[in-house]
């Protein structure tokens, strides 16, 4: 019956046809497989090299399973010992375990992530805490003089090089901004990482409020800064009490820098050419200002501005202040401010609140219709 | 019946034999299905169910990007030792069993060719294991699906007072991309992928093997060759490096004659989001069909002639 496909080679003459089948396979198979591993190295699915020194960080275990299809399972086993050596502050064998798992897949983000967080913040806190406990001047000043900011270096590291693996993802520039602004106190390298995690497709709108607030504490780019900042301001989508307070800053800088540069009569000039640019208004009467008899043509300069529609809120709290500047006008720009901070409680800063205090005493307000009550200050 | 009678009898039944019948083939594919459901097999998935639901609990104090992640990986991890086992294993006991039972003979003795003998046991084999892999990822994606709304829940609760609709979309859309996603089909198949040339090299080594423990420890090196070969490769031919002559003809021998199984690990990659294009997975498949036609016929060859 298994005649009818005739088949007459001996023993050895089917080993040799088999061997002959499975090279010429071999040959055809080998360059079809080349281009699909390069396919595969082309989307990102190939950037483990078990190498040399891969076997020297992983078990013989892991090494095996990392290169028998369970690299993912073996990342996670030495996430779960690098969070078991977190719990027992052994922070050699965190950043060791770290760097195994950033390198079995290091396009998770998360794990460069935890990497930065374990090193930057975990550690450093850790030795911070020691730090204040530890009578030793030697001990203290190798703990804040090399191993604090030698463990912010390392978690900076982990972010940087997560963020060349991640280019998509606005997670890991984000926390290299992070670690500029918290740990190094450098808003111009933190501005330029939150600029770069905002223009991530998945970035959240914060990371951009982020930037613009580090932006505006840069010195020296205040007018870059003031442009990034009035643009969130104006959108109002959300307009938080850092854009406020930062908006307010940056165009007192701005006024500022136009009543040093010009007389009040080219501040005139300007207001007649462009009467939609309520910050000459408001230099005009900074410059009245600065004259002993200038507050009531400043408080008209003022009254320009406010009818400016584009002119932030904050406008109407100074020519409130302005105007109870004058006795006889007092009560009613109390009033004005009463009713302002009351619906709109943001633009007053905590400055503002001692002032609008003080008014309040100077009038003999009664306490029960104070707007301050001694500790209603809210902060900025 | 006179002799002219019976050669005109014979020549009839010839004429009406085809030399590779499809409905042969099923016939002793669903009855290898058979055979090996009744081994009990799927009592694996009691195994499968509790390594799952372990990882989902087990692991309630990380972020959620870890939980969903190691909830992936011990499923992924699961699937492919259950899977490749089944298909070493299942498939080093087939041959043997028919022996044992004797059923090869009744088979073989009907006018079944051994080419179709074969196919129908790898079928067989083939059909159980992706019909295990539906199983465990039906239960997988289950769990999943449970747990990214859980985790959708208590972050929810985390929140000050009511999450705004922005907020809750950008924290969903966050979740769920690391959760229950379409891509993960893709990691499913490259697992039976992989279990399926598993199988054809088991097949193989199962018709010249003397023992059914010398198919499987056979095949589960080759196996493991078959993953480490691409290394060797890289390591001995590197651009423009050159090594010794002979490490670099046993390497190109080892990268000519052994499959390369490290070709199908995408489950890595996409556990960690990466989405593999669809010119890929047809291009394994594609190489998976080649490998089973390849092995098979290097089966038939040496099981041709084979006296049982």
Redesign the interface.
């Given at each position: 019956m298994n005649n009818h496909i005739k088949f007459n080679l001996s023993k050895y003459g089917r080993i040799l046809l088999c061997i002959a089948v499975l090279v010429s396979f071999g040959f055809i198979r080998i360059p079809l497989e080349s281009s699909t591993e390069n396919e595969l190295e082309k989307y990102g699915f190939r950037d483990w090299v078990p190498d040399i020194s891969a076997r020297e960080q992983l078990t013989q275990a892991g090494f095996l399973g990392a290169i028998g299809g369970f690299r993912s399972l073996v990342a996670s086993i030495y996430d779960l010992r690098a969070h078991e050596a977190f719990r027992d502050k052994d922070w050699a064998s965190v950043e060791r375990f770290r760097k195994i798992t950033t390198s079995l897949q290091p396009r998770f983000s998360k794990h460069w992530d935890l990497a930065a967080w374990d090193m930057a913040w975990n550690a450093y806190a850790y030795y911070r805490s020691r730090l204040e406990f530890s009578e030793d001047d030697l001990e203290k000043w190798q703990i804040e003089k090399m191993i604090m900011p030698n463990y912010v270096e390392k978690g900076l590291n982990f972010a940087k090089e997560g963020a060349k693996w991640t280019p998509e993802s606005y997670l890991l520039p984000m926390v290299v901004g992070d670690i500029y602004s918290q740990k190094y106190n450098n808003p111009k390298l933190a501005a330029d990482w939150y600029f770069k995690s905002s223009q991530a497709e998945d970035a959240p709108t914060y990371i951009f409020r982020a930037y613009a607030t580090h932006l505006a504490k840069c010195k020296g780019m205040e007018e870059e800064a003031y442009g990034v900042v009035s643009n969130l301001y104006n959108d109002g989508k959300i307009r938080t009490l850092t854009i406020r307070r930062d908006m307010e800053r940056l165009e007192d800088f701005m006024i500022n820098k136009l009543v040093q540069t010009n007389s009040v009569d080219q501040l005139t000039a300007m207001i007649e050419k462009t009467p939609s640019n309520y910050l000459l208004n408001a230099a005009l009467a900074e410059h009245y200002l600065k004259s002993d008899d200038g507050t009531e043509l400043a408080i008209e300069a003022y009254r320009v501005l406010l009818k400016n529609p584009k002119a932030p809120q904050f406008y109407r709290r100074k020519f409130g202040f302005l105007v109870a500047l004058n006795p006889e006008t007092q009560l009613s720009a109390y009033q004005l401010l009463k009713k302002m901070y009351t619906s709109i409680p943001q633009i007053f800063r905590e400055k503002d609140l001692i002032e609008l205090s003080n008014i309040e005493t100077s009038l003999n307000v009664p306490l029960n219709e104070k707007v301050i009550k001694g500790s209603g200050l809210i902060n900025d | 019946m006179t002799q002219g009678t019976e050669r005109s009898s014979n020549s009839s039944l010839n004429s009406g034999?085809k030399?590779f019948s499809l409905s042969r083939v099923l016939a002793i594919a669903l009855n290898t299905f058979t055979q090996l459901v009744r081994m009990k097999v799927f009592y694996f998935l009691l195994i499968f169910s509790v390594l799952i639901i372990g990882a989902n609990l087990l692991?309630l104090n990380?972020?959620f990007?870890?939980e969903l992640?190691?909830l992936?990986?011990?499923s992924?991890?699961a699937m492919?030792l259950f899977a490749s086992i089944f298909s070493i294993v299942g498939t080093a006991l087939l041959i043997p069993k028919d022996i044992e039972d004797r059923t090869l003979y009744t088979i073989?003795?009907?006018?079944?060719?051994?080419?179709e003998y074969l196919i129908g046991k790898l079928l067989g084999i083939l059909f159980l294991v992706a019909v295990s892999l539906v199983l465990m990822s039906i239960l997988f994606f289950a769990v999943l699906y449970m747990r990214q709304h859980g985790i959708l829940a208590e972050e929810t609760n985390q929140f000050r007072g009511q999450p705004t609709p922005e907020q809750l979309s950008?924290l969903k859309e966050?979740i769920f991309s690391q959760g229950l996603r379409l891509e993960l089909i893709n990691g499913v198949i490259a697992v039976f992928l992989?279990a399926s040339v598993a199988a054809a090299i088991a097949l193989v080594v199962s018709t010249f093997a003397s023992s059914t423990l010398f198919t499987i420890i056979v095949s589960l090196v080759i196996y493991?060759i078959g993953?480490?070969q691409?290394?060797a490769l890289?390591?001995y031919f590197p651009e423009g490096d050159m090594h010794g002559a002979l490490q670099r003809f046993i390497a190109g021998i080892v990268?000519?004659?052994f499959p390369?199984?490290?070709?199908?690990?995408?489950?890595?990659?996409i556990?960690?989001?990466?989405?593999?294009?669809v010119?890929?997975m047809f291009?394994?498949t594609g190489?998976t069909g080649?490998?089973l036609c390849?092995y098979s016929?290097?089966s038939w060859?040496?099981f041709?002639?084979k006296e049982l």
């Open positions: - | 034999f030399v692991f990380f972020t990007e870890q992640k190691i992936q990986d011990v992924f991890g492919t073989l003795t009907k006018p079944v060719p051994r080419f950008s966050t992989k493991f993953h480490a691409s290394m890289d390591y990268a000519i004659i390369n199984l490290q070709m199908f690990n995408v489950v890595d990659g556990v960690s989001g990466q989405s593999v294009p010119n890929v291009r394994l190489l080649l490998y390849i016929f290097v060859i040496l041709a002639k």
